[in-house]
């Protein structure tokens, strides 16, 4: 038999160590009389009173909420005597006055909390709504050129069109829109609430696949649609209907029946405005976002643009460049250089740079060299922007008409494979057009009980149009309901059109004092059959920069015919 190892194991020296300690603890224990109490306990005397067990009383939970609140009382008075009593002892020790600082407790404004309770609020109709918005108001609500997703619209009192409508007023709702009537003043059709509401929820669009979410265009939400993208048949139909449909809101556009429209393609969204709209004599496009190839492709195409977000510090390259930015605010050829044959034809007859460093001594290695290096610093600012609200495209005037060219026979427009493979952009528009399909915005009603209150609630989802927004809340206007709040959620690329429109409207308010600037006077008679009624007209014709701004939540108040934002 082999003698016990000298060595021991993990365990073996943790069992050693806890039977000492309980000896040493045990000892401890023995070296003390048993008649030894503490000053605490020998004062605190021993209840032997059973009449609460005799009288059925329950024993107290010592985990319920209020023993727990007030065990965490009872600790923190502790503390704090225990805090000062450590104090009082600090400051006999340096022979100084004791003087305590009490801390003042910690006031907590329940009213600020983000809480469910008070972020309702935040946008209810409730009277406590006025501490969160602003406290001006307006007479009118803004022009907001942002696409919608979806509006939220909340009220203490119930909507007078909560109820499913009728077949008069659903039929009344689709003759109003279709025909671009004014309900609400027609004899005919019916001008309840809910018929007049039911005209807003419509919208035109094309293509319209019953299996896809046409908008917003979310490639990671849809299954992929393989047998279109494989299909030559199905594609070139698809191609021919959405360029039918295309031509067909560009002819109403520059005939001014047609107020806007709008391209939403998988990789950039465009809208193009008639002329006239937002005092802009002639018709304008905006697209966003957007890369350095499609910017080149427009510059192929000869299509003049401005970039009116990005900030000036990205627009130059060079010392050319910047003396060609004092005068043309136009991108690349306009405002910044691809490479050299495009610096050339922009430079016109200035003397070719290569031979003027090759003059100077520099040999063909090092002139290589520093193209390279500037090809680089050009690459990289001009796709510094990409993807982003500063890449926003301006094109106007004449250029529109080659901008539409350009995306009517543009075959990129048309994803390949994916979820979206073979679909054309979609289009959106107030007005019918060829190959429009009416479509109307998902409606769901909800109530929601909150601190004792209930608040009527009503959400709208899909592409909802600057023009619906306006029209919704002239509807709010004839109905009962006098305080309504409603919140927005936006198309993210979108949101750069209301900026720049912004910026293009002060551009031309300053050319108002030229001379034989007479373009603004017939603006409203012109697109008086555009589809929009005279009183928006009014507003959407107005050269004002001020009645330009993005929207998140609005506040309409029926005493005084407010708005609030």
């Not at 059709?189 to 696949?209: G, I, K």
């Not at 977000?309 to 990205?314: F, T």
């Not at 390279?372 to 990409?386: G, I, M, W, Y």
Request: include cysteine; proline fraction near 6%; hydrophobic fraction near 35%.
């Amino acid at each position: 038999m082999d003698p016990p190892s000298p060595w021991k194991t993990p365990n073996e020296v943790m069992q050693l160590h806890k039977l000492k300690k309980r000896k040493k603890a045990l000892q401890d224990r023995m070296s003390q009389p048993t008649n030894a109490v503490t000053e605490e306990s020998s004062h605190k005397p021993v209840d032997l009173d059973f009449s609460r067990i005799l009288n059925g009383d329950k024993r107290k939970n010592p985990f319920s909420k209020t023993n727990l609140e007030q065990n965490k009382k009872a600790k923190l008075e502790e503390t704090t005597e225990l805090d000062q009593s450590n104090d009082k002892t600090l400051f006999a020790l340096l022979k100084l006055p004791a003087k305590i600082v009490e801390k003042p407790p910690l006031d907590v404004d329940s009213e600020k909390l983000a809480t469910f309770s008070n972020l309702l609020q935040k946008y209810t109709a409730d009277h406590a709504v006025e501490t969160y918005i602003a406290d001006k108001k307006y007479k009118h609500l803004t022009i907001d050129w942002a696409l919608k997703t979806k509006i939220r619209l909340m009220s203490a009192k119930p909507f007078p069109w909560t109820t499913k409508l009728k077949a008069s007023e659903e039929a009344s709702g689709i003759t109003g829109f279709v025909r671009c009537l004014d309900t609400a003043s027609s004899s005919t059709l019916d001008t309840s609430p809910r018929a007049r509401f039911h005209q807003t929820c419509l919208y035109w669009q094309h293509p319209h696949l019953p299996w896809l979410t046409m908008f917003p265009r979310a490639a990671g939400k849809v299954a992929a649609t393989s047998f279109m993208a494989s299909n030559e048949e199905v594609k070139k139909a698809l191609l021919t209907e959405w360029t039918e449909s295309f031509r067909s809101l560009f002819q109403l556009l520059r005939a001014l029946h047609c107020p806007y429209f709008y391209v939403c393609a998988n990789a950039f969204t465009c809208v193009f405005r008639a002329a006239g709209l937002c005092g802009t004599p002639e018709p304008v496009a905006y697209i966003a976002p957007t890369t350095r190839g499609f910017r080149h492709a427009l510059r192929q195409e000869d299509v003049e643009f401005t970039m009116p977000l990005r900030p000036d510090n990205k627009k130059k390259l060079n010392t050319s460049d910047e003396e060609r930015a004092r005068n043309s605010s136009f991108d690349s050829c306009y405002d910044t250089m691809d490479d050299a044959r495009t610096d050339r034809n922009c430079s016109g007859d200035e003397e070719d740079p290569d031979e003027f460093l090759s003059q100077m001594g520099l040999e063909t290695d090092e002139i290589k060299r520093i193209n390279n290096a500037q090809a680089r610093l050009s690459h990289n600012v001009e796709t510094s922007v990409d993807s982003a609200a500063e890449s926003l495209v301006l094109v106007r005037g004449a250029d529109a008409q080659a901008l539409f060219n350009l995306l009517l026979n543009c075959k990129s427009l048309v994803s390949p494979s994916g979820p979206f493979g073979g679909v054309p952009p979609t289009l959106l528009a107030p007005t019918a057009f060829h190959g429009g399909t009416l479509q109307s915005l998902k409606v769901r009603e909800n109530v929601i009980h909150s601190d004792s209150k209930k608040y009527y609630s009503i959400e709208l989802r899909g592409p909802v149009l600057p023009t619906a927004v306006h029209a919704l809340f002239d509807v709010l206007k004839s109905s009962s309901c006098a305080h309504v709040s409603a919140t927005f959620a936006h198309h993210a690329p979108t949101l750069a059109f209301t900026w720049a429109a912004r910026k293009l409207a002060e551009d031309e308010t300053s050319k108002e004092n030229e001379p034989n600037n007479f373009a603004k006077a017939f603006n409203k008679e012109n697109l008086s059959d555009c589809g929009i009624s005279e009183e928006m007209l009014q507003l959407f014709c107005s050269s004002d920069s001020s009645v330009l701004k993005s929207l998140d939540s609005v506040k309409y108040n029926s005493e005084d015919d407010t708005y609030s934002w």
